[in-house]
C-alpha cells in the first residue's frame, strides 16, 4: 500500500454511491426517499433523521440524492449556532435556486453541535426557515430528544437509523476487503465486526488502521486491536482531527494514541497546511492550535490535567 493510500480516509473512498450501496438501512432509505421525492404536498419540510454515530445517516442523504439527480448543500450545525448565521446561510440556501436549476437537498449535520450554552437563537432562526424553506430539509443527530430540540421535532419527520447489525457490518468489511485486496479470516472479519458494535465508520477505520500493519486480516492482529483499545498510530488519529464526519470522533481522536500531547501540537502543525488550503479555513485552524496551545501551558505550569479535554475539542 502505498503512503498516498493510507492517508487517504476509506470511510469517504468508500461512501456508498448509491441508496442501493447502503448496507442495513432498507426502512430508513425508504422513507427519506418518500420524503425528498414527495416533498411538495408534504405538509412538514423537514426530516430529523437520528441515531448513532456511524450508522449511515450523512451518506445516505448523499446516496439518494445521487440517485435522484439532486445536489446536497451540507451545513454543519456546530458551525452555525446563532441566528444571524442559520439565517445568512441557511436562509439563503432554502430560497435559492441551485446551479443549473437542479433540484437540491439542505442537509443540516450534526445537528447536535448547534445546541448548548454557546446557542443564541440558532434552534429557534433554523426552526422558522423550515417553514419558509422552498426544498427539503434534512438534519441529523444522534440523540433528537433535547428537549431544546422540541421545536425542530414538531416540524420534522423522525426518521431512525439503527446500528447496524453485524451480519451487516460483515458484509461491508468483506466488501471493503475485495475491493483493497486485503486478504481477511472470516473469523476475524466476523470479529472486527462484533468489536464495532454498529458503528459502520468505526469499523472501517479500524480495518484501515489493521490494513496498515498487514495486508491480511487475522485473529492475532484483531486481537492486538482490542487488547489496545486501540492504541492508534498517529496518522490514523490525524485522519479523525482533519476528516470528521461526526464531531465526538474529532474530540476523542488522541483518547488511545501513545504519544505525548506535545507531540500532538507538532503533527497537527505539521499537517494543517496540506489540508486547508483556503486562508479562513487556515486563520480558524491556526488559532485552534493557538488556544490549546494555552491550555497546554496550564497544564505544564499546574498539573492541571482535566484542561486536556479542551486541548482535545480545539484540536
Known sequence: MTQKQSASPWVRQHQPKSAADVFGQDKAI?????????FKP??????????????????????IAADLGLEVLELNASDFRDEKSINSVVGNAARQMSLFSRGKVILVDELDGVSGSKDRGGVAALTRLISESAFPIVMTANDPWDKRFSSLRKKAVMIEFAPLSYSCLQQCLQSICEKERIGFDEQALRGLARHSAGDVRGAINDLQLLSQLSRRLTLSELNELSERSVEEGMSSALIKVFKPTDPAIAISAFDNVSEQPDRWFLWVDENVAREYTRPEDLARAYDAISRADVFFGRIKRWQYWRFLVYINALL
Open 42 to 63: 408534504n405538509k412538514k419540510k423537514a426530516v430529523l433523521a437520528y441515531g448513532p454515530a456511524g450508522c449511515g445517516k450523512t451518506c445516505s442523504v448523499y446516496a
Open 30 to 38: 425508504a422513507g427519506l426517499r418518500s420524503f425528498i421525492t414527495g
